[in-house]
């Protein structure tokens, strides 16, 4: 058990440190998991509406931080270039990213060009059902791309670096509230960019 979570804390640390440099990825971070804590709570109320907070509000500015805020050219302080960590990122490097939101964008569409989906569910009848079948389908996206990637990892290196990483994207809200809480602050101050990328203040 000691060696899972010293391979969680080694995961969490090296996804902070190459990859939250900026401020601004920080605080968008900070709403990601504030907004994924409300998902939680909703999986036990109404798990549709618990999809549509994760994935339009929780993704969206979770992955905009990194994707048009974060550095992507050499890490000095790190010694390591955006290659190398795209090479070495345990979950869904960018690239990987790009599939799944991909992926995640294409729901809608399908569902409106395909009522019911070639027969795969009832055909929705107004905007509301459609919405729902929009949210149950980004719903079991985010469960498969979440097991996915957990058998991946087990073919590619063993099954409890799978589940390591598992644990870890699950229980990011809560250590990246912890974690980035004072994001906000630092961007008020003018600071742009971690100084420290992994000294928390």
Not at 44 to 69: N, Y
């Amino acid at each position: 058990m000691n060696r899972f979570f010293q391979e969680l804390a080694t995961q969490r640390w090296d996804d902070h440190r190459y990859y939250h440099h900026s401020r601004i990825n920080q605080a968008l971070h900070l709403v990601s998991a504030i907004s994924f804590v409300v998902a939680y709570a909703w999986l036990l109320v109404d798990p549709v509406v618990s999809a549509l907070i994760a994935w339009l509000v929780s993704m969206t500015s979770r992955q905009a931080g990194h994707f048009f805020f974060e550095p992507k050219g050499y890490d000095v302080i790190n010694q390591a270039t955006h290659e190398h960590k795209e090479a070495i990122k345990v979950g869904y490097n960018l690239q990987r990213k790009v599939v799944l939101m991909a992926l995640w964008a294409m729901v809608p569409l399908v569902i409106a060009v395909w009522p019911g989906a070639f027969g795969l569910v009832e055909a929705h009848a107004d905007f509301d059902a459609y919405i729902r079948q929009v949210g149950a389908a980004w719903l079991l996206l985010g469960i498969g791309g979440l097991l996915f990637r957990v058998v991946q990892l087990w073919f590619l290196k063993d099954l409890r670096t799978g589940l390591v990483w598992a644990t870890k994207i699950i229980t990011d809200p809560f250590h990246d509230i912890a974690l980035y809480h004072k994001a906000p602050l630092h961007l008020l101050r003018g600071e742009w960019l971690d100084p420290g990328h992994g000294r928390v203040r």
